[in-house]
């Protein structure tokens, strides 16, 4: 993905956001008590990665996407769907599969911002949506959304996690977060 639009997609916000992601959806695992807590990092790091397709390959429908969401304070992916008829979700999970990644991997990344469709994988679908919404609000970094998206109380009850969870999520997300980036990126 380089040579990406500056104008549209800062690089380092992007893998900052979705490394967060990542810590934010292992750490959810782990409370959890789920095996194999890595999986859910590596959805997490890979749930917005159909927007970095759109943005070199619809470059300009994007621009205008990115502009109307800044003017009517609206989501991106609520306008990618009225604009396009697909989302950066959608173009994800269709380059999960072309790459002949796990068949998790493509439903979580392919339903992030809509959980109950996940069909195969809906714990897994549910712990990155709930991922993205905390570190949107922890404002770490950033893929091109501007505002934090809406949480799916179906996906909250499916981790069956309280809310009192979250104050030591987002504890193990800053205590991790640094040296993340230290171990991922160059320039961290």
């Known amino acids: 993905f380089k040579g990406m639009p500056e104008d ?3 690089m380092d916000s992007f893998w900052r956001h979705s490394i967060a992601c990542g810590l934010a959806a292992r750490q ?5 008590r789920e095996a194999n807590a890595e999986r859910f990092f590596v959805a997490g790091m890979l749930h917005d990665i159909g927007r ?3 943005f070199t ?3 300009e429908p994007s621009r205008e996407i990115l502009m109307l969401a800044k003017t009517d304070h609206r989501l991106l992916y609520e306008i990618e769907r009225e ?3 697909f989302t950066h979700a959608v173009v994800g999970g269709v380059l999960l599969q072309t790459w002949k990644l796990p ?3 493509e439903e979580v990344v392919m339903y992030h ?3 109950t469709a996940a069909i195969r994988f809906p714990l897994e679908t549910a712990i990155v949506h709930v991922a993205d919404i ?3 609000a922890m404002d770490l970094g950033n893929s091109g959304e501007m505002y934090v998206p809406p949480l799916d109380p179906e996906a909250w009850e499916r981790l069956n996690l309280t809310p009192s969870v979250l104050a030591s999520v987002e504890e193990q997300i800053d205590h991790q977060y640094q040296d993340a980036l230290h171990t991922m990126m160059v320039d961290a």
């Open 103 to 105: 068949t998790s991997l």
């Open 28 to 32: 959810l695992g782990t409370v959890r």
């Open 57 to 59: 390959k619809l470059t």
């Open 8 to 10: 549209l997609v800062n």
């Open 113 to 115: 911002h809509n959980p």
């Open 134 to 136: 905390i570190v949107h």
């Open 83 to 85: 604009r396009l008829g």
């Open 52 to 54: 970095l397709v759109m």
